[in-house]
Every structure is written in structure tokens, then in C-alpha cells.
């Protein structure tokens, strides 16, 4: 896994960096992801005031912080000390917890929803199935796992991976390599998806993205498993 445990970089700005030539805010790109993942958990649990969430790999907790209103828990875990400090202070309200990339921290079956953005690329090939077992572990035999990942087919995608200072030397994975992860971990395949088509604000956009799915040209992708 790229060691984030020494972080000692501004990450707030290395991914405004990244994607400076889109002139799209990096905070959109978090907000679309949190949307995502707030409409896969309310499609499978309706009600999802009382859910327990957890983040594998929550950076500063930015994404977090537009999760945790919505629903009933919200744990974060990390390998960076530095990051898990920032995300403590971002979201107060949220667990944040320290990660050793071998072993999440909890028992089995204590989430309803486990989620990781932009985190398997990350990871050696050899370690991404443990992963996802670990993630899947964790989950209720009722909840989810989500992955969601930049897509490399998308070459505005690969411009901004290749720009992010933490991204340097990361392999892209794509969404069959992640549906076979998913199936090797002993999930069921969910539902996937492509999306972050438009890099702008409002619901008029958000919808066309909703019909739109199944077109590779997404910047990011998801696949949901269930355990």
C-alpha cells in the first residue's frame, strides 16, 4: 500500500493540484462521491438514519463529513497518523481510528455499510483481495461493501492520477478487474456503476448521471458487493 503513514504533505492542496486544469473545485468531486454512496446505502436499506458506517482509508475525513449527517455511526480508519489527527478535527462527531493495512480493527459483522474511495489502487495486487475480505468480515450478512475508484479508461482520469503527488507509481484498476476482486473476496456483486461524467454543480446534472450508468466515459466508478 502507498505509505501514507509519514504524510507529511498538504493533501488538501497536492489533489487541488491534481485537477487545477479541470478549474472544477476538489471539494465537487468529494460532495459527488458522498452522494453516491448516501443513494447506494438508501437503494438497499431505505432508512438509513441508524446505519453504522465505516471508511476504510478516510484520509482527512472530508468525504465524512457530508456521510456523517445522514446516518447513525460513522468510523474512519488509516494508516497516517497525520491524516487521522486532520480527520478527528474535521469531523468531531465521527471515530477515527489508526489502521495497520493487515487487519481492520473490529470485530465481524459490526457495519452495516463499509466503503473505500479511491483506496484499492493503492494497495499491491497480492494485498487487494485481503482487503475486501477484511472489508467484507466487518460487514452485516445484511449490509454492503462499496468500492469506488477513478476509472482508466477516462484520460482526463489518468491526467489527474498522474499529477497527484500520492497517486505517483499507483496502477489504476478498472471496473471488471474490480467486479473479479469483489467475486474473489466471496461477495455477490451488488450493483456497479460509472459516474462524475460533468464536472458541474446541480441536480439537472445529477440526473442526466443517473441515466447514464453503463457509459464507460465516467471519471470514477463504483461496484457494491454484498457478503
Known amino acids: 500500500m502507498t505509505d501514507f503513514s509519514q504524510y507529511s504533505g498538504d493533501y488538501a492542496r497536492d ?10 473545485p476538489h471539494d ?6 458522498a452522494q453516491e454512496i448516501l443513494k447506494i446505502a438508501r437503494n438497499k436499506f431505505g432508512d438509513i438514519s441508524r446505519i453504522k458506517v465505516l471508511d476504510v482509508g478516510c484520509g482527512t475525513g472530508n468525504l465524512d463529513s457530508y456521510i456523517i ?10 494508516i497516517s497518523p497525520n491524516l487521522i489527527d486532520q480527520a478527528r478535527r474535521q469531523v468531531p ?11 481492520i480493527p473490529f470485530d465481524r ?18 494485498g487487494r483481495v485481503n482487503l475486501l475480505r477484511e472489508m467484507r468480515r466487518v460487514t452485516r450478512p445484511s449490509g454492503l461493501v462499496v468500492i469506488v ?12 492520477v498522474c499529477r497527484c503527488a500520492f497517486d505517483r507509481g499507483c496502477k489504476l484498476i478498472g471496473m471488471s478487474q474490480a467486479r473479479r ?36 466515459a465516467g471519471a470514477q466508478f463504483y461496484v457494491a458487493g454484498s457478503p
Not at 28 to 33: A, D, M, P
Not at 150 to 157: A, D, E, F, R, W
Open 149 to 160: 475508484e477513478h476509472n482508466p479508461i477516462n484520460p482526463l482520469t489518468r491526467l489527474a
Open 15 to 24: 489533489m487541488r493540484r491534481s485537477i487545477g486544469f479541470l478549474r472544477t
Open 69 to 78: 449527517p445522514h446516518i447513525g455511526e460513522l468510523t474512519g480508519i488509516d
Open 28 to 33: 465537487f468531486f468529494i460532495r459527488t462521491k
Open 181 to 216: 476482486l469483489v467475486r474473489q473476496a466471496g461477495m455477490s456483486p451488488h450493483c456497479s456503476a460509472y459516474i462524475t461524467f460533468f464536472p458541474f454543480d446541480g441536480e439537472l446534472w445529477r440526473s442526466i448521471e443517473g441515466l447514464m450508468g453503463n457509459f464507460m
Open 93 to 103: 462527531a465521527g471515530r477515527f481510528e489508526l489502521y495497520d493495512s493487515s487487519q
Open 109 to 126: 459483522q459490526t457495519f452495516d455499510l463499509v466503503f473505500a474511495t479511491c483506496v484499492l489502487h493503492h494497495v499491491p495486487p497480492a
